[in-house]
T-cell receptor, first 112, second 113 residues
Framework: ETGVTQSPTHLIKTRGQQVTLRCSSQ?????VSWYQQALGQGPQFIFQ???????GRGNFPPRFSGLQFPNYSSELNVNALELDDSALYLC???????????FGQGTRLTVV | DQQVKQNSPSLSVQEGRISILNCDYT??????FLWYKKYPAEGPTFLIS?????DKNEDGRFTVFLNKSAKHLSLHIVPSQPGDSAVYFC????????????FGTGTRLKVLA
């Protein structure tokens, strides 16, 4: 039990649609990162939020966007969904000074 | 460009024996390394970490070794237990201060009873 919860756990969307995934971080953690894990691959860094500001971004197009709220929970938004966006999306929360991230169970997104 | 590599996709070990999982990296700016394990239908769970100022870190049955000159780290599990069967990911961070992790592709460990 990491204290990081993600919703929904599973989701099916049609190509071209938009999706919002949600993450509730562990209590007191002010940093949230999002990762995409395709089948058979390791998690790929999408972006990170620190105190409501984007604090680093991986190699993902602008249709991947995010938000962090004052309570440090976060959303990942993906516009114009493509078939290749089908993956497990992981949220991780951390305190920068510990260097250790705690992951949620993930949201399995399927784009058809 | 795979900056963190786990070249063994799978490993089988007898219960009670040692499991050794390997990881190589290419970016000399990495200064913090972690191992995560992942069970099906769950998110990755933090296992153990090591800073680049150390060459060994131990936590119970788990030991991580870091060889900076070879850009190589390994995770030793002794003794291995059936409950250790999972996918193990090596991850590295550093240089940018963003604490983003670069993950390897994982090694599936199967501990045979």
């Amino acid at each position: 039990e990491t204290g990081v919860t993600q919703s929904p756990t599973h989701l099916i969307k049609t190509r071209g649609q938009q999706v919002t995934l949600r993450c509730s971080s562990q209590s007191g953690h002010n940093t949230v990162s999002w990762y995409q894990q395709a089948l058979g691959q390791g998690p790929q860094f999408i972006f990170q939020y620190y105190r409501e500001e984007e604090n680093g971004r991986g190699n993902f197009p602008p249709r991947f966007s995010g938000l962090q709220f004052p309570n440090y929970s976060s959303e990942l938004n993906v516009n114009a969904l493509e078939l290749d966006d089908s993956a497990l999306y992981l949220c991780a929360s951390s305190l920068p000074e510990t260097g250790k991230a705690f992951f949620g169970q993930g949201t399995r997104l399927t784009v058809v | 460009d795979q900056q963190v590599k786990q070249n063994s996709p799978s490993l089988s070990v007898q219960e009670g024996r040692i499991s050794i999982l390997n990881c190589d990296y290419t970016n000399s700016m990495f200064d913090y390394f972690l191992w995560y394990k992942k069970y099906p239908a769950e998110g990755p769970t933090f296992l153990i970490s090591i800073s680049s100022i150390k060459d060994k870190n131990e936590d119970g049955r788990f030991t991580v070794f870091l060889n900076k000159s070879a850009k190589h780290l390994s995770l030793h599990i002794v003794p291995s237990q059936p409950g250790d069967s999972a996918v193990y990911f090596c991850a590295a961070s550093g240089g940018s201060g963003t604490y983003k992790y670069i993950f390897g592709t994982g090694t599936r460990l199967k501990v045979l009873a």
